[in-house]
Each structure stands twice: as structure tokens, then as C-alpha cells.
């Protein structure tokens, strides 16, 4: 069993599953509904502890009814909450999405996380203690900067999920172990990948992977790149497969190399698309 810190985003998510995408002025009614806790580093966390393994999450959710949603999904997931709000009445990020189930393509649509803070003492000396792995998604920078600082003294790997640029990462990205990008994942003013790897490299990270949906990950490392296959699967529900890559790879990092990490957290993404939601796959333990 290994431990594992997560800091990032905590939504409160509900998901409605439609035969198609809404034309406009349309009424569609659902042909299912759930909803659970989201966000990056959130199904991440999950991911993570469903190997079996102690998972911790530092975000900010508050006691508003809304947040209700998340705990209680968190709760079932065994992943322990440390809940860091700087404004514990105010309603959580909150997230309505709509899944095409003729393609199992998503839309999202979001409350602002621009004004979402976490408390100034939320990291201290002990809250790495024991942890094996630390995973960043770039959100709450002040506190992921000062929990990657105190995790590169401890000699704690530090793992980056990169889904889209967000200021001031290059104060970040230093201090990072592991890069895994998005294919949507561009620096400041650019709208490709050109130079990415460059500038990833520069800030002295060696392992970088990039996740293309369904296609071959690339993955640099040590000065090598290489193509990691993706297991091909009937997909239903892309939904949160990116998140579930990066909980399976906090995982896996401990027991494997960079490249074979990669290639088994591919797969339990590609499972995890099998299925509507993101915590179907978890009862199928086909990953174990």
C-alpha cells in the first residue's frame, strides 16, 4: 500500500447522459443522471485509492448543501478530505455536464475557480508525512508551489497534471518530477504543442508524457522519445479518463518504471471509458 497527496480542484458535478448533443432551444430529457465530487486532482485521488492505497486530498469545498455532493462521494471512496476553503459558506465549484452517448464526447459548463482560494496555512511541516507521491493539476498555485518545495526536500516525487496553461506555472513546473500533458495543453500565446517538450525540459523535468485521447502517448524521457500504445476499447464515456490516467499513475510510478507506467495507466484510463461515470470501473476491477 503506498500513500498519496493530492492537491487541486474539488467540484461538485452533476452528469446527464443524452442519445445526442442539445440543438438549439431544444428539450432533452436524460436517459440517466448522476452526480459525484470532480475535478482533477479530486479523480485522481480516487484513482488512487481504489489500488488500495492511502489517498489524501487538500482542496477547498466549505459547508455549503452543494458541497454535500462531493463528501459524501469522497467518503465512499475512502480518500481522506482536507478541506481548506478560505470561504467555508460559500457554494462550491459547481459543474453541469452532458455527455452524447451516439460518440461519448462531453460538454462542461462551470462556476468561475478564478477567486477560489485555499487557506494561507494549509501546508505545514507535517502534511507530507509518510506520503510516497504528491500530484499537482495547477490550481491553488500559492499552495501547490509551497507543497512542491517542501516535497522536493523529502525527496518526494512530484507529479504535474497539465490539462491547460494556468499563470504562473512556470513557477511551478521547476520543482516538478513527472510531466503528463494534455494534447490541449499549449504554452502562453501558442495554439500547438510546438516547443512544449522543449520548454518543459528546461525547467528540468526528464519524464514527459503526452496523452492524446485515444492515440499513442509520447513520452520523453532521459533524452529518449518514445510511442506508448492505447489499448483500443468501444468507449462510452471519455469522462474524466484523463484524471483517472493520472490517480493510475501516482499509483504505478512507485512500483515501475516511467515507460511501463504509462503504458498500464493507459490502459485502466481505457477501462475506465468502458463504462458511464467516473467510478464505474472502479467495481469492475479488471485493473487489480
Known sequence: MHKGTFLGLATADTVYYVPHFLERNQKLKAERQLAYAGGPATNAAVAFAAFGNESTLLTGLGQHPMAHIAKVDLADHKVRLIDCTDQPRRPPILST????????????????????KLRSDTINKNTLEYSDVLLLDG???????????????????VV????SW????????????YAICSNAFFLPGSTNQEGLTDFLQQQGIQCIAITRDGQPIIAHCQGQTREIPVMQVKTVDTLGAGDIFHGAFCHYILECDFLLSLERSGEVASLSCTSLGTRAWIEQEKFL
Not at 455536464?97 to 475557480?113: A, F, M, N, P, Q
Open 97 to 116: 455536464i452532458i455527455v452524447d452517448l451516439s460518440c461519448g464526447e462531453r460538454s462542461v459548463v462551470y462556476s468561475s475557480t478564478d477567486l477560489r
Open 139 to 157: 490550481y491553488y498555485l500559492p499552495q501547490a508551489i509551497q507543497l512542491a518545495t517542501l516535497a522536493k526536500k523529502l525527496k518526494i516525487p
Open 160 to 163: 504535474f497534471d497539465g490539462g
Open 166 to 177: 494556468k499563470d504562473g506555472l512556470e513557477n511551478l513546473l521547476p520543482l516538478v518530477d
